[in-house]
């Protein structure tokens, strides 16, 4: 019976690395940051930080289009379409099962509708806690100093 390891061995380029405690600019420079887009296991992405529009992906908006949307409100305005319409499903399958395509495709577009209104307001939460951050970092080195 032949032995195996458990693990397989390390990569080849450890051995780039084997001076670095000696010195730490021995080490290869990290390659640089993609730009543009590129190709990841057969699908194509972009390191544009961009919220592509619902309609761009082909779905049909359900709230006001325009930079002055009260997010709260349509939210708000969507959830409760959302439960009418999980309401209105599960009676369609109990009287009318034949007919739930169409009830099912419109529950799938009130989640995207939801899913996109919440990634756009990914910008402004990570503004907020970035503020936040800071704020705190000030108060702990104001308390530390004085």
Not at 44 to 71: C, I, N
């Amino acid at each position: 019976m032949a032995a195996t390891a458990t693990y397989p061995p390390p990569p080849p380029y450890y051995r780039l690395y084997k001076d670095y405690l000696q010195n730490p600019k021995s080490a290869p420079e990290p390659p640089p940051p993609i730009e543009g887009t590129y190709v990841l296991y057969g699908a194509t992405y972009t390191t544009d930080d961009v919220l592509p529009s619902l309609e761009d992906q082909g779905v049909r908006q359900l709230y006001p289009k325009g930079p002055h949307v009260d997010f709260k409100k349509e939210l708000r305005a969507l959830n409760r379409e959302l439960q009418l319409h999980i309401l209105e499903l599960a009676d369609v399958l109990v009287e009318r099962p034949s007919q739930y395509a169409r009830r099912v495709e419109d529950i799938s577009l009130i989640f995207k509708n939801l899913h996109h209104l919440l990634n756009s307001l990914r910008p402004h939460q990570k503004k907020r806690g970035s503020t936040k951050i800071a704020e705190g970092v000030s108060c702990y080195f104001g308390w530390a100093l004085a």
